[in-house]
């Protein structure tokens, strides 16, 4: 039941006239518990609440099905006046976004040049910028232009997603550029032919990359709402006395709350993905594949609008 329920929020995700009227209708029914508005502004004050609560965030300009150069442009310069309001109002915060809302779908000219324009404004303000990983047809795409940029930026990072069958094989390729990793378990559904299929082996792979990437003196974001990948992680920090400014937790907005403010209590650092705009929907429906109990939030929104 739990993954019918699951593989039905992830074809929602992928529908293309569900989500231009989501758009229009904007952030209804449950969905801004988990989005910090629709715009740079509105996620500023939500961002300046996390940050008095000691959680650093990274905030994502939400965006996907970018089919024109226009729109990907545009995207990039949302991405750029994200930025410049983070150096603006001096927020802990990063930037996180989609390769796909930058035009990869399109010309990789225009992928490149609208993340060294993103990039070039990042640095003037000393923020921190994470190319998303989206489904596995584009993450051979996604590491080659971030190995690209990282040639040229050190103010960039990509994500890692542990239930791919490639994931061990990326990240030693990956360790000769010293990189800055978000690790994630995966969110996409994909094919039994590139993706473990069992929970058990993608939470194993997970713990493998884990250690691999941390015990390779890298910097290291550990995505997770799972208390047992956290407490994985902090035993393999004390046995092999990794220090706390080498890796953070992360987890998404509105998800684990409590959960959040103990690991920043504990003395760790806990960063709170925040996502923003209008283009909420594929975002929202991936969240309420992931956790059940997302959707019995979502039924009791519903019943109280009605």
């Known amino acids: 039941m739990e993954q019918a329920m699951r593989n039905f929020f992830l074809f929602l995700s992928k529908n293309k006239p569900i989500t231009k009227m989501a758009k229009k209708y904007g952030l209804r029914f449950g969905a801004a518990r988990f989005v910090a508005g629709s715009s740079i502004d509105q996620a500023v004050e939500v961002i300046r609440e996390l940050n008095k609560q000691n959680l650093v965030v990274t905030i994502d300009y939400l965006g996907e099905f970018v089919d024109n150069v226009e729109e990907a442009n545009q995207m990039a310069l949302e991405c750029v006046e994200a930025v ?72 960039i990072g990509t994500v890692i997603q542990a239930y791919l069958y490639r994931t061990e094989k990326d990240m030693e390729e990956l360790n000769a550029y010293s990189p800055n990793l978000r690790l994630v378990k995966g969110a996409y559904k994909e094919s039994s032919k590139v993706a473990f299929p069992e929970k058990k082996d993608v939470d194993d792979n997970f713990k493998k990359i884990i250690k691999m990437h941390m015990l390779n003196g890298n910097y290291t974001a550990i995505a997770t709402h799972d208390d047992k990948i956290i407490d994985y992680t902090k035993k393999l920090a004390e046995e092999h006395n990794i220090p706390r400014d080498q890796f953070e937790f992360q987890m998404l907005f509105g998800i684990c709350v409590e959960r959040q403010r103990e690991l920043v209590e504990e003395g760790y650092k806990m960063r709170v993905y925040v996502p923003y705009g209008t283009d909420w929907y594929g975002y929202f429906m991936r969240r309420l594949a992931e956790r059940p109990a997302n959707v019995a939030f979502v039924l009791k929104g519903v019943m109280k609008n009605k």
């Not at 976004?97 to 990039?119: A, F, P």
């Not at 596995?136 to 040229?152: A, D, N, P, Q, V």
Request: charged share 40%; with cysteine; aromatic share 6%.
């Open 84 to 155: 410049r309001a983070i150096g603006r109002e001096k927020l802990r915060s990063q930037l996180s976004l989609k390769l796909t809302s930058m035009g990869l779908d399109l010309q990789e000219d225009v992928v490149t040049k609208n993340m060294r324009m993103i990039l070039e404004e990042a640095r003037k303000h000393d923020v921190f910028v994470t190319i998303d990983m989206e489904d596995y047809s584009r993450c051979e795409k996604t590491l080659e232009i971030f190995k690209t940029l990282k040639l040229e930026y050190d103010n």
